[in-house]
């Protein structure tokens, strides 16, 4: 019998979450089953979802960012088709394959003349930890300084750099003998720290992906000078925030930094196949492959194949010709200003902050009294369970999907892909304001909601945190 996989997806579509429960992540099946992410999307095309009635779903959460072109894009489909079709030789390995030539060339295309050199890997975390490595090489030194509240990625040496403890939790030890983590904007630790002479980079987001936030001083710069000055290497992570995402090409362009190395990924996949890379001087490229006998003395198997350079090429393109950079700015200056319109009618929200498409909504406690009883009440079981309270409404009434920023954070986060529209910027608006009128009616569902939260906390996990999906 022939394999059919159209037809083997017909014939299954609706069994995601018992075969996941039964094969894979069971207890991230459970926390979604709670939040009501229990959804079974069927197909996807630009800024949408389509359930399997063919309802839609706005998409402000974009894989993380992955889909900054939006969600199957015609260009990117045709790319991978011309490379099946074409029966390229893809992974020799032993040789220098063309399409990862011609990325290679794109990306150095946008990046700053003197970001020059490209290494190809998988993943985001992978390219962290690809950066780490070069910064050792080329410096000789072995410590690395992050910032407080970063995220780098999962794997040992990028889960180092950052200091939440819900990621770290029994998987040390890790690096912490060689990282230092210090608070954004906080310019005299991180110069007594560099001053030891012996850090090897110094690792930023421009603006980070737990709570979307940056400097509020010049500190960037100033961070730049001190790297020089101690001969640290600048490392900006441009994994989330890189390739439109801010309103510029680089988040580190808004700060008009010339960083080192800079990690990329999750929007050069196309959105269809895994796509990281390391942008480096190019001598501190050579000061990692330094001989014959080291030319592969960093490497991934699957990092030059044929079908991720071809995305990443129809990627940029797409960025380029419908001049999504720019529309990034534009929709974001819209969709801040909108959002930040309703601080006047809804004391939740503290701030708007953000660059581009990347923005976080920050609530606190309200100034009505009854609801500061029902705020204290939810924040004695977790702190962000207002936050997951507004994005599981947002999705079950409104049918658009957002995300937590992060644990310990009470900030819905909000990723559009570039390709939005003021009518999509209105749908969420809308529903926002929805979701915060409800939850001025106390007793109301929003509580009743907040109460079922409560309830699986304690009897799920019997402890202080509620059931929160972020990443």
């Known amino acids: ?25 069971r207890t991230l099946v459970a926390a979604q089953r709670v939040i009501g992410f229990d959804k079974v999307y069927a197909r996807a095309e630009g800024a949408y979802l389509y359930d399997m009635d063919n309802n839609a779903y706005l998409d402000f959460l974009s894989g993380y ?50 970001l020059d050199a490209v290494f190809f890997c998988n993943s985001g975390t992978e390219a962290m930890e690809g950066a ?7 410096t000789g030194k072995k410590r690395v300084i992050s910032l407080e509240s970063a995220f780098h990625g999962l794997s040992i040496g990028s889960l180092s750099l950052m200091g939440c403890e819900s990621f770290t939790e ?58 020089r000055k101690y001969g640290t290497l600048l490392v900006s992570d441009e994994v989330q925030c890189g390739l439109g995402r801010t309103g510029k090409m680089f988040g580190f362009q808004h700060w008009n930094l010339e960083p080192d190395i800079i990690t990329l990924a999750k929007t050069l996949s196309g959105g269809y196949v895994p796509c990281g890379a390391i942008v480096s001087r190019r001598d501190i490229y050579q000061k990692t492959f330094s001989r014959m006998d080291r030319c592969v003395v960093h490497s991934t198997t699957f990092g030059r194949n044929n079908l991720a350079m071809a995305c990443g090429l129809a990627a940029l393109e797409v960025i380029d010709q419908e001049n999504l950079v720019e529309r990034a700015a534009e929709m974001g200056a819209q969709l801040m200003e909108r959002i930040d319109a309703l601080r006047a009618k809804h004391s939740f929200i ?11 909504i920050e609530f606190q406690e ?45 900030v819905l986060k909000i990723l559009p892909p570039l390709i939005i529209g003021e009518k999509e910027i209105a749908l969420f608006v809308t529903a926002l304001d929805n979701v915060l009128t409800d939850c001025r009616k106390f007793p109301g569902p929003m509580w009743e909601l907040g109460n079922n939260f409560v309830r699986a906390a304690i009897s799920s ?8 999906v972020s990443a």
């Open 350 to 360: 503290k701030e708007v902050r953000g660059k581009g498409l990347i923005i976080a």
């Open 1 to 25: 019998m022939a394999f059919d996989l159209k037809e083997i997806i017909a014939a299954r579509l609706g069994e995601n979450y018992e075969l996941h429960h039964r094969h894979i992540n």
């Open 65 to 114: 960012s992955v889909f900054n072109i939006g969600r199957n894009h015609p260009v990117v489909k045709k790319a991978i088709r011309d490379v099946l079709d074409l029966d390229l030789p893809n992974m020799v390995q032993m040789d220098c394959s063309l399409l990862s030539g011609l990325l290679a060339e794109a990306i150095t295309k946008r990046t700053p003349p003197h």
């Open 366 to 410: 309200p100034s009505e009294f009854k609801l500061k009883m029902a705020w204290k009440l939810l924040h004695k079981v977790d702190k962000v369970l207002f936050a997951q309270m507004v994005v599981t409404q947002m999705l079950s009434k409104h049918r658009i999907l957002t995300q937590v920023a992060g644990h310990a954070m009470d």
């Open 170 to 227: 029994g998987f040390g030890p890790l690096m912490d003998q060689w990282d230092t983590r210090i608070a954004l904007d906080d310019i005299a630790s991180l110069e007594r720290e560099l001053s030891k002479g012996d850090v090897a980079a110094f690792v930023i987001e421009p603006v980070q992906g737990k709570g979307c936030k940056s400097p509020t001083t010049d500190f960037f710069s100033r961070a730049q000078e001190l790297c």
């Open 461 to 468: 996990r019997r402890s202080s945190q509620a059931p929160v």
């Open 132 to 138: 780490l490595k070069f910064a050792r090489a080329a």
